[in-house]
């Protein structure tokens, strides 16, 4: 029996694990147009949430205290930079909060991107998509990415040998060759920097 649109829908979600999605992420199954149509009904029948324009998740409600779960800013992000070919990667605060150098909750959630600068509001937060020039966005891999993010946040004066050692007791084996390899490619301060984590 042939599934409905809707339904091939909800299966991809599940199945990729899509935390936020817009019509772009299903279009192998119909047009564009009709993807719309189709997140339309799932929206008024609630089985998924309008989040800004054009780009939704599925509702998940905090058990502990019976309410709807905000929005993970992270997937939106990630959602927007799928419907426009981005590459986006954390930078600023949040990648320092994400490797674990810091435990701030950001107030804003910053990404380098090869797209436009362009900024949202989702239920006071912000998320922001920061323009840059640099190829760090598309030719290393996101541990990479994230950890000369991360640097490039605290500063060449600013980081500490705690930092250094934080990084290099939590990335694995394989994070390390890749960062090590790769970095080679960035600026020298900052290879000189990661030379430092990966040392054994």
């Given at each position: 029996m042939k599934m409905s649109l809707q339904n091939l829908i909800l299966e991809k979600i599940e199945y990729k694990q899509l935390g936020a999605f817009?019509?772009?992420?299903?279009?192998?199954?119909?047009?564009?147009?009709?993807?719309?149509?189709?997140?339309?009904?799932?929206?008024?029948?609630?089985?998924?949430?309008?989040?800004?324009?054009?780009?939704?998740?599925?509702?998940?409600?905090?058990?502990?205290?019976?309410?709807?779960?905000?929005?993970?800013?992270?997937?939106?992000?990630?959602?927007?930079?799928?419907?426009?070919?981005?590459?986006?990667?954390?930078?600023?605060?949040?990648?320092?909060n994400k490797l674990g150098l810091s435990t701030q909750v950001p107030a804003r959630y910053v990404f380098v991107s090869n797209g436009p600068y362009v900024s949202y509001t989702i239920e006071g937060m912000r998320l922001i998509f920061k323009h840059t020039t640099s190829r760090e966005t598309i030719r290393f891999s996101p541990i990479t990415q994230l950890v000369i993010q991360a640097i490039k946040a605290i500063g060449r004066r600013n980081i500490s040998k705690d930092d250094v050692v934080y990084l290099r007791k939590s990335l694995n084996y394989k994070d390390k060759d890749i960062l090590l390899d790769e970095g080679r490619r960035t600026s020298i301060w900052i290879y000189e920097i990661i030379k430092e984590i990966c040392e054994v």
């Open positions: 817009t019509a772009s992420d299903f279009l192998e199954f119909a047009r564009y147009d009709a993807v719309r149509k189709a997140l339309d009904r799932l929206e008024d029948s609630n089985q998924i949430r309008r989040i800004i324009r054009g780009v939704y998740d599925r509702p998940r409600i905090n058990r502990r205290f019976n309410m709807p779960e905000p929005p993970r800013i992270e997937d939106v992000a990630y959602a927007i930079a799928r419907q426009y070919n981005w590459y986006i990667c954390p930078s600023g605060s949040f990648a320092l």
